[in-house]
């Protein structure tokens, strides 16, 4: 689903769709009837090729940053600097890990790429093979100490050490760094070698609405657009640190070890998506290690 408002799911920009069929038959959909089976789930065939509807190359404005809990999703009121990121970036994604007092924050503009213009990789080379090593590291530890992640004094000291590390690995930046966007996106490399249960659900967001029950609008890329009103994010996501919290006092259990990640995207064209006929939606992602799958 990516992440952005916007930008929606993948399947919204399939524009050509190859497949074998029940019969054994190639078929191909163009047009209008992707609208009804572009996320069809493999139900209607086996796909062979796919079609996809690209932008011309951009660039990230890449600069995360980090925010304290109370000060980024006030219990109540409005969410100000929240809402301004989403508003204001091409991208958006949230990170909390378990026992931590605040929020990783990865919200980035663009620019289209001509070409002649300057960018750096990110990370650098050195960078790459630190950041495999420590979650290959991790995965290794955790599947050699099975029992340790799930309850008592031991399941929470493992917890807070993990939400320690993932901390102080996704670190804020304090300049913006002009890179690809593919290296905005997959700003941590390794995360394929570690091996995780995951759950994710999908929320319908409103439109903003300003005190006189208007549309609010912001200009995109020489367009007004309107935007998703995210106090329900904010509800969810705190919910969600509220049941942690729950577990750990009541019951000695930590059944979420790896962090809480959140998206916020437009709504999708496509019958089957989860974001079909929605104006926004979020995405609300958890994840813990595989070792843990009984708690």
């Known amino acids: ?15 050509k769709l190859k497949l074998i069929n029940y019969k054994g038959e190639e078929v191909t959909y163009e047009g209008d009837i992707l609208k009804q089976m572009g996320a069809h789930f493999g139900l209607l065939g086996i796909v062979t090729e796919m079609e996809l509807q690209y932008d011309p190359a951009y660039l990230a404005l890449f600069q995360p940053k980090r925010r304290s809990l109370e000060e980024y999703f006030p219990k109540t009121g409005v969410c100000e600097e929240f809402q301004k990121d989403v508003n204001e970036s091409y991208y958006n994604e949230f990170f909390w890990f378990p026992f931590s007092d605040s929020v990783f924050i990865n919200t980035w503009k663009r620019e289209f790429y001509q070409i002649g213009d300057e960018f750096v990789r990110h990370p650098p080379k050195v960078g790459i093979v630190e950041q495999n090593f420590m979650e290959t590291a991790f995965q ?7 029992g340790l992640q799930a309850t008592g004094w031991r399941g929470k000291i493992f917890a807070e050490m993990v939400a320690t590390l993932g901390n102080k690995v996704l670190k804020e930046q304090k300049e913006v760094i002009r890179c690809p966007s593919f290296d905005a996106l997959h700003f941590r490399h390794g995360i394929q070698n570690m091996r995780v249960l995951d759950m994710e659900w999908c929320f319908r967001l409103e439109e903003l609405r300003d005190e006189d029950g208007e549309l609010v609008y912001v200009e995109y890329e020489g367009n007004k657009v309107t935007v998703p009103d995210v106090s329900l994010c904010r ?8 049941l ?17 990640e959140m998206r916020i995207i437009r709504g999708s064209d496509v019958c089957m998506s989860a974001a079909h006929g929605a104006k926004f939606v979020v995405y609300i992602e958890v994840l ?3 070792g843990n799958q009984e708690t």
Not at 1 to 15: E, F, M, R, V
Not at 235 to 242: E, R
Not at 247 to 259: I, R, S
């Open 1 to 15: 689903h990516g992440g952005g408002i916007n930008t929606t799911t993948i399947c919204d920009y399939i524009t």
């Open 140 to 146: 290794t530890f955790a599947q050699l100490i099975p």
């Open 235 to 242: 509800d969810l996501w705190l919910a969600c640190v509220d």
């Open 244 to 260: 942690n919290n729950k577990y750990d006092k009541e019951k000695q259990e930590y059944p979420q070890l790896l962090p809480m």
């Open 288 to 290: 813990t290690v595989v």
